[in-house]
């Protein structure tokens, strides 16, 4: 069974901080990656994706995600961030062709003008 | 373009009574579908799932049933709720071959 870990759970910056948030998969197959982010009374909206190919994947709104293989990581960057980006985010692996999504469980980030 | 509608956006439900929540995606054929559960700090964790119609496949054994009575059409029941069935529902579609899901608005369902 495949799982996944988002290291925190609230993340709390100002306004041009840069962000790192922390993904860590298990499972031993083929994985496509995705983060998630559910903004204040919206709904969940994909930022990115990563299927194959180029292992660092552009989303919307300037962010930006390394999958590194050996380390079944997929962090979500981005080099500043506005008090916009304050939401939750959500790592999701989808493991082998079996169409089902395992989230992890969310991270908050606070963004301080 | 695809959309997907959920209703009701919330419900309030005394314990024991049924529950029907509704899910339509409009814009293509024969999506996949997905219903999850939110619960703040935990996630989404994945309840059904379909590829077609009338196959439901159930990720985690519990008081909540799925049907897919036509294609766009995905249904979360419930013959008598409980207490812990409070939460926020997501509906979720997607076409096959390495595409994302796509989610609707959701409903906070409350047990009284």
């Known amino acids: 069974a495949q799982s996944v870990s988002q290291h925190n759970h609230h993340v709390i910056l100002s306004e041009a901080a840069s962000l790192e948030l922390g993904c860590n998969y298990s499972?031993?197959?083929?994985?496509?990656l995705f983060w998630y982010v559910q903004y204040p009374g919206q709904h969940l909206q994909l930022l990115l994706k990563?299927?194959?190919?180029?292992?660092l994947v552009k989303g919307i709104k300037g962010f930006e995600a390394e999958f590194i293989k050996s380390k079944f990581s997929f962090n979500l960057r981005k080099p500043s961030v506005q008090w916009s980006d304050t939401a939750e985010y959500f790592c999701?692996?989808?493991?082998?062709?079996?169409?089902?999504?395992?989230f992890g469980k969310g991270t908050l980030l606070t963004v301080n003008p | 373009s695809q959309t997907i509608h959920q209703w009701p956006a919330t419900l309030v439900q005394p314990v024991g009574s049924p529950l029907s929540l509704e899910c339509t995606v409009e814009?293509?054929?024969?999506?996949?579908l997905y219903w999850y559960r939110q619960a703040a700090g935990r996630g989404l964790q994945l309840l059904f799932y379909?590829?077609?119609?009338?196959?439901i496949s159930s990720e985690v054994p519990q008081n909540l049933s799925a049907s897919r009575p036509q294609d766009r059409q995905f249904i979360l029941s419930s013959k008598k709720l409980l207490l812990s069935d409070s939460g926020f529902y997501l509906c979720?579609?997607?076409?096959?071959?390495?595409?994302?899901?796509?989610f609707g608005d959701g409903t906070r369902l409350s047990i009284l």
């Open positions: 499972y031993g197959g083929t994985v496509n």
């Open positions: 379909s590829v077609g119609i009338g196959q």
């Open positions: 990563y299927f194959s190919g180029d292992p």
């Open positions: 814009g293509t054929s024969n999506p996949n």
């Open positions: 979720a579609w997607s076409v096959p071959n390495n595409q994302p899901q796509h």
């Open positions: 999701a692996v989808e493991g082998g062709s079996n169409y089902k999504l395992t």
